[in-house]
T-cell receptor, first 116, second 115 residues
């Protein structure tokens, strides 16, 4: 499968624990985007990364959330000290390069995070 | 700031009937527009996109959409729906400025197909 790979598909955490969500972009894609989908809502942009750089994190909560896209390996979305309100589906998307918007983003199947 | 409105939260149509899902956007210039479909428990699949040129764009699975600048709309259509089209549909706009390429999504329209 050459698509965007996210794991785990489902993640259960207790309040106060840490959640790590991983995303491997499509082969040849160097741009990664993270979105969050709350129940019965559309997707909300969180962060846009290129290799080793955060380009736009305007959608990231100011505390407890961080993201990285290292030179080697997948992109990681990290949520520290999770709370019930973090329960959501987290989607990763990738695109090959900046192309003035004509490179559509391809989405993974998401990670469903549940907080007990 | 840009925004996307999908006024219909839930639509039910009979199999074989025609379909139109509405989408309105708010942005000062011509945006890049997309329709995605999401099946339960799955990610988003791109149906079609509009960047420029012909305002009627064709997508996968028999879908098409028409960009109307005067109405700030990008409605999705299909002449005859199939039971497999039941899903959630999201309209999205991308504003591509230097260093900024985030999609803004509507809240989605859930499509139910009845026999």
């Amino acid at each position: 499968n050459a698509g965007v790979m996210q794991n785990p598909r489902h993640l259960v955490r207790r309040r106060g624990q840490e959640a790590r969500l991983r995303c491997s972009p499509m082969k040849g894609h160097s741009h990664v985007y993270w979105y969050r989908q709350l129940p019965e809502e559309g997707l909300k942009f969180m962060v846009y990364l290129q290799k080793e750089n955060i380009i736009d994190e305007s959608g990231m909560p100011k505390e407890r959330f961080s993201a990285e896209f290292p030179k080697e390996g997948p992109s990681i979305l990290r949520i520290q000290q999770v709370v019930r309100g973090d329960s959501a589906a987290y989607f990763c998307a990738s695109s090959p390069r900046r192309g003035e918007g004509n490179q559509p983003q391809h989405f993974g199947d998401g990670t469903r995070l549940s907080i007990l | 700031a840009q925004s996307v409105t999908q006024p219909d939260i839930h639509i039910t149509v009979s199999e074989g009937a025609s379909l139109e899902l509405r989408c309105n956007y708010s942005y000062g210039a011509t945006p890049y527009l997309f329709w995605y479909v999401q099946s339960p428990g799955q990610g988003l699949q791109l149906l079609l996109k509009y960047f420029s040129g012909d305002t009627l764009v064709q997508g996968i699975k028999g879908f098409e959409a028409e960009f109307k600048r005067s109405q700030s709309s990008f409605n999705l259509r299909k002449p005859s729906v199939h039971w497999s089209d039941a899903a959630e549909y999201f309209c999205a706009v991308l504003i591509s400025n230097f260093g900024n390429e985030k999609l803004t999504f509507g809240t989605g329209t859930r499509l139910t197909i009845i026999p």
